[in-house]
């Protein structure tokens, strides 16, 4: 199974495309030339869907999320399929550059409660090419 086996038949369409088309959007008018990411904190627990009860990260998103770093700790899905495509085609794995200074840092906050804040971070600055 690769990526392109995977089918999002229970993401909304326009979301998701909204999602992924925004994202790069972004990536490409602020400039940003490479991504990396730190451990994913992928969630645990079970998942409701289409197919019943699936297990935290979802078969789809553990599959994209093969070779990088996740951990569990708070019930619920916290890496969507979506998120996870993206970060499979944007980012590397685990391969933060050590001579990586940030000068701005940016904040994306989601909706579900949680017992820790709902944010996902990031880091924009300068670094050596990986």
Known sequence: GTCR???????????CILDIVGTVWCLNYLGIEQVSTSPLH?????????????????????ELLAEFLVFDGIKGELVTPTGAALVKVLAHAGKRPTDFIYHTVAYGAGTKNLATPNVLRGFIGEASAL
Request: proline letters at 9%; glycine letters at 12%.
């Open 5 to 15: 086996d995977i089918h999002f038949h229970e993401v909304g369409a326009i979301d």
């Open 42 to 62: 992928a969630g645990s627990g079970f998942v409701r869907c289409a197919h019943g009860i699936m297990p935290v990260p979802a078969p789809a998103t553990a």
